[in-house]
């Protein structure tokens, strides 16, 4: 009996796996993802597998990073300590949202918190400079150096090195005219010469392939407008209504169309344990193409024309600028967030992973590796210094990784994923479903949008449609059946031929004033801050902290030190008396004693020991409030929601709150007549929180002025320019939104 239950174990075994063997193979793995029952079968299978990996590896359920890599691995701060007693509802609750593909829900994450952002700055300084010395100054260490400047997480130069082929590339693009006619042989630069030549070269093959495959480029080309920014610009002149350009669909760049997209739903499918996991789909497929394929790439003079430094993002600041954005919450929350989410889908458990999972993926790893050693002795004659980009020798995954996004978010065409699962293909705004590019329907599964990055149209900048924008964006079906879909500018009005062809990249996208995105937005997510006369746009956020609101309230009630009559503590003194109060207050909103507000812990906010003592004891109350100030647009105005200060009622109870909180302090512990005066203040003015509202707009003002100032004073040029000039931009209308708000609020006083 035993053994035949063994032979009859023996011959299942065997067929299970002549049956599970020849569908490990890759290629046979790409085709499983192509069918809808496959697909689903993947991803459940991957649960399965998760799952089970969590059970034998003893993962805790309760914690959302057991199962593999999380953003809390990535927050440069110490978090507070998970509760060890957990109900069995939240138990049930996140092995639902695993069985759901959705990304258990994590502890908020302060990004807004100031220290993140120091923190962030102090890590990529010792990346690109080391460890810092005994007894060095920061700001001094920060400034010091050709590289403080640069952004330490790429540099051009690696990006070259990556792109080492493009040189040969435009070489031979140009060999067939140079047989053709010697005198174009010594224009197009065949021994190899300038960066003109080979762009011209690279252009000019671009236009060839996109009228090959039934396109249109004939009438554009690169140039730079009178502000020196680089563009796409008419060639010739163009009539009102005529299509100005027309590149097919199927020749854009995306998860969906590059020469992986087949093995690409097996290889990210543990993204789908993260959120927002499908903002990356776009930059893996770049990245593959720039390091696998290269010069073979079907995009490979595309690859070759896109720059190699996006500048003007906040989250690729360099050490020297980093402190610009300090003052900036909004804008600094949402670029220390994309750091860390950058380098948690470049891990080596996520991105390279999954580029090493799909063919040609390895070797293309080890090149990253060895290319970047030859590039830091081999390219001195470039006048770059390697530790201004993190030191030399590094692994180029990483700079490639954070550059590929960078490319990615800044040139590609959003698409809903939905759509594509509805059977259709790209939509646009209006229409519900066009095209004919189509995802591998395990990707779709759990992504929500992708992009593409079209070729020779991501050349052309953005004006708002209001503000001059000359060209159409559209997507629209082929005259010839047998032809693709196209994406295609149309002319609005008569062109010139060298002018700079200008479209408004969200057209049909912003549900009225009230969903404009505010300027500073688009600094974080284009790298340039667009030119607006319309002050809906114009926003400003700042933090009433510890600091802020002890100085309003020094401002407000101490007298200034020339009116000082009789010895009345010293002024320094008075204030550090009142910044203690303001310590009790904001323990007050925080819900903690006010006793326990002296005792600052790791987990502190806006910079004071009570901000402190609250974030530990009520995570959910912040020990600083963020306020935003916008223009309110006429339906909020019909609306009764009129005023420039957002949440008003909000921020003013909140003041209330702390004020209150401060006075029972000063009341508790008045020492004569300047204590009681003090006291007697800080109750008026919980009565009245407008006052002290309108004193942080005035300061905020004042900040604003100073930052703009500093951020001039870094000069033209080098590394940090394109940065610094959207800093002085955020900087001007975040404060004429604050003026706007200042004079609404003196005005309801005065009334």
Request: charged fraction near 20%.
């Given at each position: 009996?035993?053994?035949?239950?063994?032979l009859?174990s023996?011959?299942?075994?065997?067929?299970?796996?002549?049956?599970?063997?020849?569908?490990t193979d890759?290629?046979?793995?790409a085709?499983?993802?192509?069918?809808?029952?496959a697909?689903l079968?993947?991803?459940?299978?991957?649960?399965?597998?998760?799952?089970?990996?969590?059970?034998?590896?003893g993962?805790?359920?309760?914690d959302?990073?057991?199962?593999?890599?999380?953003?809390?691995?990535?927050?440069?701060?110490?978090?507070?300590?998970?509760?060890?007693?957990?109900?069995?509802?939240?138990?049930?609750?996140?092995q639902q949202?695993?069985?759901?593909?959705?990304?258990?829900?994590?502890?908020?994450?302060?990004?807004?918190?100031?220290?993140v952002?120091?923190a962030?700055?102090?890590?990529?300084?010792?990346?690109?400079?080391?460890?810092p010395?005994?007894?060095?100054?920061a700001?001094?260490?920060?400034?010091?150096?050709?590289?403080a400047?640069?952004s330490?997480?790429?540099?051009?130069?690696e990006?070259d090195?990556?792109?080492?082929?493009?040189?040969?590339l435009?070489?031979?693009?140009?060999?067939?005219?140079?047989?053709a006619?010697?005198?174009?042989?010594?224009?197009?630069?065949?021994?190899?010469?300038?960066?003109?030549?080979?762009?011209?070269?690279?252009?000019?093959a671009?236009?060839?392939w996109?009228?090959?495959?039934?396109?249109?480029?004939?009438?554009?080309?690169?140039?730079?407008?009178?502000?020196?920014?680089?563009?796409?610009?008419?060639r010739?002149?163009v009539?009102?209504?005529?299509?100005?350009?027309?590149?097919?669909?199927?020749?854009?760049?995306s998860?969906a169309?590059?020469?992986?997209?087949?093995?690409a739903?097996?290889?990210?499918?543990?993204?789908s344990?993260?959120?927002?996991?499908d903002?990356f789909?776009?930059?893996?497929?770049?990245?593959?193409?720039?390091?696998?394929?290269?010069a073979?790439?079907?995009?490979?003079h595309?690859?070759?024309?896109?720059?190699?430094?996006?500048?003007g993002?906040?989250?690729?600041?360099?050490?020297?600028?980093a402190?610009?954005?300090?003052?900036?919450?909004a804008?600094?929350?949402?670029?220390?967030?994309?750091?860390a989410?950058?380098?948690?889908?470049?891990s080596?458990?996520?991105?390279r992973a999954?580029?090493a999972?799909?063919?040609?993926?390895r070797?293309?790893?080890?090149?990253?590796?060895?290319?970047?050693a030859?590039?830091?002795?081999?390219?001195?004659?470039s006048?770059?210094s390697?530790?201004?980009?993190?030191?030399?020798?590094?692994?180029?995954?990483?700079?490639l990784?954070?550059w590929?996004?960078?490319?990615?978010?800044t040139?590609?065409?959003n698409?809903?994923?939905?759509?594509?699962?509805?059977?259709?293909?790209?939509?646009?705004?209006?229409?519900?479903?066009?095209?004919?590019?189509?995802?591998p329907?395990?990707?779709?599964?759990?992504?929500e949008e992708?992009?593409?990055?079209?070729?020779?149209?991501?050349?052309?900048?953005?004006?708002?449609?209001?503000?001059?924008?000359?060209?159409?964006?559209?997507?629209?079906?082929?005259?010839?059946?047998a032809?693709?879909?196209?994406?295609?500018?149309?002319?609005?009005?008569?062109?010139?031929?060298?002018?700079?062809?200008?479209?408004?990249?969200?057209?049909?996208?912003?549900?009225?004033?009230?969903?404009?995105?505010?300027?500073?937005?688009?600094?974080?997510?284009?790298?340039?801050?667009?030119?607006?006369?319309?002050?809906?746009?114009?926003?400003?956020?700042?933090?009433?902290?510890?600091?802020?609101?002890?100085?309003?309230?020094?401002?407000?009630?101490?007298?200034?030190?020339?009116?000082?009559t009789?010895?009345?503590p010293?002024?320094?003194?008075?204030?550090?008396?009142?910044?203690?109060l303001?310590?009790?207050?904001?323990?007050?909103?925080?819900?903690?004693?006010?006793?326990?507000?002296?005792?600052?812990?790791?987990?502190?906010g806006?910079?004071?020991g009570?901000?402190?003592?609250?974030?530990?004891a009520?995570?959910?109350?912040?020990?600083?409030?963020e306020?935003?100030?916008?223009?309110p647009?006429a339906?909020?105005v019909?609306?009764g929601?009129?005023?420039?200060?957002?949440?008003?009622?909000?921020?003013?109870?909140?003041?209330?709150?702390a004020l209150?909180?401060?006075?029972e302090?000063?009341?508790?512990?008045?020492?004569?007549?300047?204590g009681?005066?003090?006291?007697?203040?800080?109750?008026?003015?919980?009565?009245?929180?407008?006052?002290?509202?309108?004193?942080?707009?005035a300061?905020?003002?004042?900040?604003?002025?100073?930052?703009?100032?500093?951020?001039r004073?870094?000069?033209?040029?080098?590394?940090?320019?394109?940065?610094?000039?959207?800093?002085?931009?955020v900087?001007?209308?975040?404060?004429?939104?604050?003026?706007?708000?200042?004079?609404?609020?003196?005005?309801?006083?005065?009334?």
């Amino acid at each position: 009996m035993q053994v035949r239950i063994a032979l009859i174990s023996a011959a299942l075994a065997a067929l299970v796996t002549a049956l599970i063997v020849p569908y490990t193979d890759p290629e046979n793995l790409a085709k499983l993802s192509q069918h809808p029952l496959a697909g689903l079968l993947l991803n459940r299978t991957a649960d399965a597998f998760y799952a089970f990996g969590n059970f034998v590896g003893g993962g805790d359920g309760d914690d959302p990073a057991a199962g593999g890599p999380s953003l809390r691995d990535y927050y440069p701060l110490t978090l507070p300590p998970r509760d060890p007693v957990a109900s069995a509802r939240q138990r049930q609750q996140q092995q639902q949202q695993r069985r759901r593909r959705r990304a258990p829900a994590e502890p908020e994450l302060d990004w807004a918190d100031p220290r993140v952002w120091e923190a962030q700055t102090l890590q990529a300084r010792v990346a690109a400079n080391g460890s810092p010395a005994a007894g060095e100054g920061a700001a001094a260490t920060a400034a010091a150096g050709a590289g403080a400047a640069a952004s330490p997480y790429y540099s051009p130069e690696e990006i070259d090195a990556v792109f080492s082929w493009c040189g040969d590339l435009a070489a031979k693009a140009a060999a067939p005219a140079a047989a053709a006619d010697g005198a174009a042989a010594g224009d197009t630069g065949s021994s190899g010469g300038g960066t003109e030549d080979a762009a011209a070269v690279h252009f000019r093959a671009l236009v060839e392939w996109v009228a090959a495959a039934g396109g249109d480029a004939s009438k554009v080309e690169p140039g730079l407008d009178a502000s020196g920014v680089r563009g796409l610009h008419a060639r010739v002149d163009v009539a009102e209504g005529e299509t100005v350009l027309s590149v097919p669909l199927s020749l854009g760049l995306s998860i969906a169309s590059f020469r992986a997209a087949r093995y690409a739903a097996a290889a990210v499918t543990g993204w789908s344990r993260h959120a927002g996991a499908d903002l990356f789909l776009d930059p893996l497929a770049l990245a593959y193409e720039a390091a696998v394929h290269g010069a073979r790439s079907p995009w490979g003079h595309y690859l070759c024309l896109l720059p190699r430094s996006f500048a003007g993002l906040p989250m690729h600041a360099g050490v020297a600028d980093a402190a610009l954005l300090a003052p900036l919450p909004a804008l600094r929350r949402l670029a220390a967030k994309r750091r860390a989410e950058v380098a948690l889908y470049g891990s080596a458990r996520l991105g390279r992973a999954a580029l090493a999972d799909m063919p040609g993926g390895r070797g293309a790893l080890l090149r990253l590796a060895t290319a970047a050693a030859a590039n830091s002795t081999g390219s001195s004659g470039s006048g770059s210094s390697s530790s201004s980009s993190g030191g030399g020798g590094r692994d180029l995954w990483m700079p490639l990784w954070h550059w590929a996004y960078a490319a990615a978010k800044t040139r590609t065409v959003n698409v809903a994923a939905a759509e594509l699962r509805a059977g259709g293909g790209i939509g646009t705004p209006g229409e519900d479903r066009v095209g004919s590019i189509k995802l591998p329907v395990a990707i779709p599964a759990w992504a929500e949008e992708f992009g593409v990055m079209l070729p020779v149209l991501d050349l052309a900048n953005h004006v708002f449609m209001a503000e001059g924008a000359n060209v159409l964006y559209q997507i629209l079906p082929p005259s010839n059946p047998a032809e693709g879909w196209a994406a295609v500018l149309v002319a609005t009005r008569p062109i010139a031929a060298g002018e700079a062809l200008l479209f408004d990249y969200v057209a049909g996208a912003e549900d009225g004033p009230s969903g404009m995105a505010c300027t500073d937005r688009w600094l974080e997510e284009y790298g340039f801050l667009p030119h607006t006369s319309d002050p809906h746009r114009e926003c400003d956020t700042f933090d009433i902290s510890r600091p802020a609101l002890a100085a309003a309230l020094a401002q407000l009630l101490l007298p200034p030190p020339a009116a000082a009559t009789g010895a009345p503590p010293s002024p320094d003194a008075a204030r550090e008396a009142l910044a203690a109060l303001v310590d009790a207050g904001l323990a007050r909103v925080a819900h903690v004693p006010p006793g326990s507000a002296s005792s600052p812990g790791p987990h502190a906010g806006g910079g004071g020991g009570g901000a402190a003592a609250a974030l530990l004891a009520d995570p959910s109350s912040p020990p600083r409030l963020e306020v935003l100030v916008r223009t309110p647009s006429a339906e909020e105005v019909e609306e009764g929601l009129g005023s420039h200060v957002r949440q008003r009622w909000v921020v003013l109870s909140w003041l209330a709150e702390a004020l209150r909180g401060a006075a029972e302090a000063a009341e508790a512990g008045a020492a004569g007549a300047a204590g009681s005066q003090v006291a007697a203040g800080l109750r008026r003015l919980s009565d009245e929180p407008e006052e002290v509202l309108a004193a942080l707009l005035a300061a905020r003002r004042e900040e604003l002025a100073a930052l703009e100032a500093a951020a001039r004073a870094g000069g033209a040029g080098g590394p940090g320019e394109a940065l610094r000039r959207g800093v002085v931009g955020v900087a001007e209308v975040a404060r004429r939104a604050v003026e706007r708000a200042l004079a609404q609020e003196r005005a309801r006083m005065a009334g």
